[in-house]
């Protein structure tokens, strides 16, 4: 014997009943199966470009407005147009704009949360991690491990801006958030200045090191020196169709990301070249570090200049075309991602 299906109830009788659960803190799927099991990513996040020219002088305020010390990371979020008010790049990064002055330190602390640094404009200043300082110049990508030690000063003569990315929604989704501040205002120096990329950056370890897979790189700074000599001497070579020529960072102890929560890559684009299309679930923030270059999201086009923020969300289409040799710094959280099975990419 055949089923027969159910006569459709009325659109007043259905709300009726969706009221009566609603008061047992139910709901039913079948209103919103659609947007939560999608047939492919549909993020909410706007692709946006954030031109540092025209945001430099709002940085600059900042610093006639208050001090670090008063506001203990002095920082302008790059807040997503779709996100306002969740101090959110993407669903899962934040981004912000990181200001300090001479004379000035930012207080020791730590947090749960991971952060990456990308010096923008600016010398003189340095970041203290654990006890060993490095001083920031532009172009350097350096990491302050989940729960480390971590100050800033600028012992220069003029304003250090840098990038700040960190893995805050993340932390936030898990409700996983601790932080301590530090009784001393900077940290004592422990080692000597590039004892941990001599140590763990040079194809060696100490002899009695060995490192857990999930546990953050014990190299802290990646100079931008050692990063433009790569990506020029593999530019010799025939560039990849969706990259140009295109490296991630890893931690040389294990080969895996520096970070468990965030990848970081650097990307040389040859002049006149144009990549292909691209797709991957990991939405990406981009900073143009060096030349000038159209990158084409889902057919929209932004035109980037040094130092401005791009964001591609997950799954769009992405394209750059190298007005002159340009060098892209990016991060996404792929890690986690991958550690889920998660991650894909469309090459077109």
Known sequence: MEATATP???????????????QHSMTPLWEVLGALVP???????EATLWRYAELREHVMEAGRLITAEEAERR?????????????????????????????????????TQTALRL????????????????????GDFIITPAWTWHDHGNLGHEPVVWLDGLDIPIVRFLDAGFAEKSEAEHQAVLRPEGDALARYGANMVPVDFYQQPAEPTKVFVY????????????S????????GHKQRYINPATGRSPMPTMAAFSQLIPAGFETRAYRCTDGTVYVCLKGRAQASVEGVTYTLNENDV??????????????????????????????????RELRA
Do not use: C
């Not at 459709?8 to 609603?22: D, H, L, Q, V």
């Not at 006890?131 to 110049?137: A, L, S, V």
């Not at 010799?236 to 990259?243: E, L, N, Q, S």
């Open 75 to 111: 920082v302008l979020i790059l807040e997503n147009p779709a996100l306002r008010g969740h101090s959110s790049i993407t669903q899962s990064l934040y981004a912000g704009l990181q200001l300090i002055m001479p004379g000035e330190v930012a207080p020791a602390h730590r947090h």
């Open 39 to 45: 047939p492919q990513p549909r993020s909410p996040v």
């Open 119 to 138: 010096v923008l404009d600016g010398e003189g200043a340095y970041t203290a991690v654990d006890g060993e300082r490095t001083t920031m110049r532009r």
């Open 236 to 243: 010799a070579g025939t560039p990849d169709a969706h990259f």
């Open 8 to 22: 459709t109830k009325t659109g007043t009788e259905r709300s009726a009943y969706y009221a009566r659960i609603g």
């Open 223 to 234: 100079p931008w020196e050692r990063t433009i000599a790569s990506l020029k001497a593999i």
């Open 310 to 343: 791009l964001v591609v969300p997950s799954w769009h289409a992405v394209q750059f075309h190298a007005s002159a040799e340009t060098v892209l710094f990016s991060y996404s959280d792929r890690p986690v991602q991958q550690a889920l099975g998660l991650w």
